[in-house]
């Protein structure tokens, strides 16, 4: 009796001192991991045996820290992604930065809930949305909230543009019950997630009206128009349009302008998916491009691409903060709200969100724009545009190279000239992330397979782009000479 129950199964060590050394050891091998990162090769295969490594049964029995630290360093450390590393130019991913990497350890120790309460982990998410509302000129009554990705901000403003355009009774009905048969519109090169938000939200993949892109590959505004009235003309219900403020083949941003000025003229609500491309607003060359964002109902973008912020920071804004609050809040008794004490602090943002517990994802892009501050995060940004340009002159300087798309940001679409170019060039692809020298994805342009080269990471130089660039020429060579 007087005992508390269990007091040695806590999961803190018996002894701190050793944990301690133990943790400045795993912080150290991880900043190492960091500084030296040009060392390494940007990916490699996974060996069989290391695969067949983490094919075991729960183990029971504990396992010491620094053993499985161990473990980490030799079988999942070198195994990873890439993205770090200057020579990965696949897909769109961010770089990460040592000081996110510090603030999400700051945060894991804290273990902060972000879905509702009083407490200044909450704050510090409302001070992102207010410098948020600030970069896109958005009012005090917009809302936003951190998400897992644009995948996730997309669906919710795909939700919320579906109340604005059936009332709040639609999450009690569903979109079938009424009259209405609601269609949206996007680009052909628009991320698929957008047709994902609407298979999700249940109106239907089919009620997505898929525009045609004009040269520049932004969308079809004359074809959008028409589209539309051939839609009024069935008797359906055109009701969001999504542009794209950087797509993720080519990176080129829609007509924001117009298609803001069409949506007001139609009556639909005007969502911008700048997954990556919205984060231009920070650099002051690029932001003019992006004119007509400022008018958008709504937009999804990540922090975990252009901002460098570690994985995963996606941030939907919304303009009009009440029916974003209508789409989501629900009553919940053992949610109830209080003005004094832990349960103050009403609204929350689980009423925001289909999430109820959430993480702390506002402090390493709190720490992110702090530390590095909204300048020189703007300068990484035009950074990797002025290199995407560099790019297009060697490959325009190289005649055994051949561009497939206007270069409009960072990204850089190209091949190598040769017969029988689709398969060669995936070939090229592949032998290049074997190399563990540079790590390009591709993509097809007008029916023609595409070396893709999308420049994010703020540690990507020239002589990344130099080597991506040999490494090609030396692959397509030997690759042709063998056929
Ligand atoms: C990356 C991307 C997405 C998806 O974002 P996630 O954060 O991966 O969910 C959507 N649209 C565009 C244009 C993208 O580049």
Redesign the pocket.
């Known amino acids: 009796m007087g005992k508390p129950l269990n007091d040695s199964e806590t999961l803190d060590p018996s002894d701190w001192t050793a944990l301690r050394a133990q943790g400045h050891q795993m912080l150290d091998d991880i900043l190492d991991y960091l500084e030296h990162i040009r060392e390494r090769p940007v990916w490699q295969p996974i060996p069989p045996e290391v695969r067949a490594s983490v094919e075991q049964p729960i183990p029971q029995k504990p396992t010491d820290l620094a053993e499985v630290h161990d473990t980490f360093m030799r079988d999942i450390l070198p195994f990873s992604v890439g993205n770090v590393h200057p020579g990965f130019m696949g897909?769109?991913h961010g770089g990460g930065t040592p000081v996110g990497l510090l603030a999400e350890m700051l945060a894991a120790g804290l273990n902060a809930n972000l879905g509702g309460r009083d407490h200044m982990p909450i704050e510090v998410e409302k001070q992102v949305l207010r410098w948020v509302r600030e970069l896109f000129g958005f009012p005090d009554t917009s809302s936003g909230l951190f998400v897992?990705?644009?995948?996730?901000?997309?669906l919710i403003g795909v939700l919320v543009a579906r109340t604005s355009a059936l009332g709040v009774e639609v999450r009690h009905r569903g979109v079938a019950a009424g009259e209405k048969r609601l269609v949206a519109y996007t680009s052909a090169g628009?991320?698929s997630?957008?047709a994902q938000a609407m298979d999700l939200s249940g109106l239907g993949i089919d009620a997505l009206r898929i525009i045609p892109v004009n040269g520049q590959f932004q969308m079809d505004v004359a074809a959008l128009k028409r589209r539309i009235a051939d839609d009024r003309a069935l008797g359906l219900t055109p009701f969001f349009v999504a542009g794209?403020?950087?797509?993720?083949d080519v990176g080129a941003i829609d007509d924001l302008a117009v298609l803001a000025e069409l949506a007001k003229e139609e009556g639909l609500w005007f969502h911008v998916?700048?997954?990556?491309?919205a984060l231009a607003m920070l650099a002051p060359d690029i932001a003019p491009r992006l004119v007509g964002i400022e008018r958008a109902d709504s937009i999804?973008f990540?922090f975990?691409?252009w901002a460098q912020v570690p994985y995963?920071a996606?941030f939907i804004l919304v303009r009009d903060g009440r029916l974003h609050y209508d789409t989501f809040a629900s009553p919940a008794a053992y949610l109830r709200r209080e003005t004094r004490g832990l349960a103050a602090g009403s609204p929350w943002p689980c009423d925001f969100g289909p999430d109820l517990s959430r993480g702390f994802r506002a402090l390493k892009t709190w720490f992110t724009i702090k530390v590095y501050g909204a300048e020189k995060l703007g300068r990484v940004i035009s950074g990797t545009c002025s290199l995407a340009r560099y790019m297009r002159q060697r490959i325009e300087d190289t005649p055994m190279l051949e561009l497939l798309a206007p270069v409009s940001l960072n990204i850089v679409c190209f091949r190598y000239r040769c017969e029988d170019a689709d398969r060669v060039n995936a070939n090229i692809v592949v032998a290049l992330h074997e190399s563990g020298i540079a790590v390009p994805s591709t993509t097809t342009i007008d029916g023609r397979l595409a070396i893709r080269a999308a420049i994010v990471n703020h540690r990507t130089a020239a002589a990344d782009i130099d080597a991506l660039i040999q490494a090609t020429l030396d692959f397509g060579e030997t690759l042709t000479l063998s056929t």
């Open positions: 897909w769109v897992t990705g644009t995948s996730m901000a997309n628009a991320h997630c957008i794209t403020a950087g797509a993720v998916d700048g997954a990556y491309g999804a990540d975990h691409k995963d996606g």
